[in-house]
């Protein structure tokens, strides 16, 4: 009807100015219709949760702070990991490849060689004498072992570790009392208990 109208109102606008005017519009709905089909395949292609290091990691995140969820990864080693593999730091996690996945894990796997000593979290290791950078469940393995072996060569540190009490040589009259008080309740108790002895007297 609106071209009806143009054409009939302008005596000089022909068949083919009509033909380019509808021309443009469905240029521009192509154009609309790509971009959204564009938008649809990386919803379909974003990854909600990435698998690294048996760590889930968060895809809404940048890849900085999507590895920080691995343990033994901060955020300067994280952003290390994610240059030396050729990948935008700020880049969401979700919307890697599985090609430029494989390449984050290979790095993080190779993590040593990338980092400078000074950067390593276990630095002269006890058994081996190297230094190394220990990530995810293997962290905690190796803590444990330490603890355990402080405690076998009965050292001051360990025997703390052992009772239960601060290690680093904090104050524990005040602070850090746990477990069962030992204080005023402990004394109305042992009045009550007197109390009743005497009435049962």
Not at 71 to 89: E, F, H, Q, T
Not at 138 to 156: A, F, G, V
Not at 161 to 179: D, M
Request: proline share 1%.
């Amino acid at each position: 009807m609106f071209h009806k109208e143009l054409k009939g109102s302008n005596p000089f606008l022909g068949e083919t100015t009509l033909f380019l005017f509808r021309k443009k519009k469905t240029c521009a709905k192509r154009k609309m219709s790509e971009e959204a089909e564009e938008k649809e395949e990386k919803k379909k292609e974003f990854k909600h949760i990435v698998r690294i290091l048996d760590t889930d990691l968060e895809g809404k995140k940048s890849i900085v702070y999507a590895l920080c969820g691995i343990k033994g990864i901060g955020r300067r080693v994280a952003n290390v990991i994610a240059i030396s593999s050729g990948l935008d730091p700020r880049l969401k996690m979700g919307e890697l490849s599985d090609d430029e996945i494989e390449r984050l894990k290979s790095a993080i796997n190779s993590v040593e060689k990338r980092l400078p000593w000074w950067m390593l979290n276990r630095r002269k290791d006890l058994i081996s004498g190297e230094d190394r950078h220990i990530m995810g469940s293997d962290l905690l393995l190796n803590l444990r072992e330490d603890i355990n072996l402080l405690r076998k060569i009965r050292s001051y540190r360990g025997i703390r570790h052992e009772r239960g009490l601060k290690v680093r040589g904090q104050r524990t009259k005040s602070t850090g009392r746990k477990g069962a008080v030992v204080g005023v309740l402990r004394k109305k108790q042992l009045a009550a208990a007197a109390a009743k002895a005497g009435v049962k007297k």
